[in-house]
């Protein structure tokens, strides 16, 4: 399963960005999709994780309140809202597939090691 992020760049304090994944047909349906950062100097973090089957979807404490994680089961793509974002949010954002469930094993779903696949990152960099 190839996962590919898109949709970060640059963006000043307060501003707000869409990242995007896209993945192959009937991954949404298959696993949960997550959303992982990782700030420069620091370790990996949960962000955001969405089944489409049922709708439901768990946040990260990190940024709990500014995000939103959603998926387009007919295009194939999870998106990540983030509004407010601060100059602590720069990061690297991944997206993953697991075969967790956030009810079942919600553990497994926010953990790195609990992910199937990766997808290469997509950089956010935002200035105060």
């Known amino acids: 399963v190839q996962l590919q992020a898109s949709g970060g760049g640059s963006v000043q304090a307060g501003g707000s960005l869409r990242l995007s994944c896209a993945a192959p047909?009937?991954?949404?349906?298959?696993?949960?999709m997550t959303w992982f950062r990782q700030a420069p100097g620091r370790e990996r973090e949960f962000v955001a994780a969405?089944?489409?089957?049922?709708?439901?979807?768990l946040y990260g404490d990190a940024v709990k309140g500014r995000l939103t994680v959603s998926g387009d089961i007919t295009k194939d793509t999870v998106y990540l809202q983030v509004d407010n974002l601060k100059p602590e949010d720069t990061a690297v954002y991944y997206c993953?597939?697991?075969?967790?469930?956030?009810?079942?094993?919600?553990?497994?779903?926010?953990?790195?090691?609990?992910?199937?696949?990766w997808g290469k990152g997509t950089l956010v960099t935002v200035s105060s």
């Open positions: 993953a597939a697991t075969g967790y469930d956030i009810t079942g094993h919600p553990m497994g779903v926010m953990s790195q090691g609990g992910m199937n696949y």
């Open positions: 047909a009937r991954t949404l349906s298959t696993y949960t």
């Open positions: 969405v089944k489409w089957s049922g709708g439901r979807t």
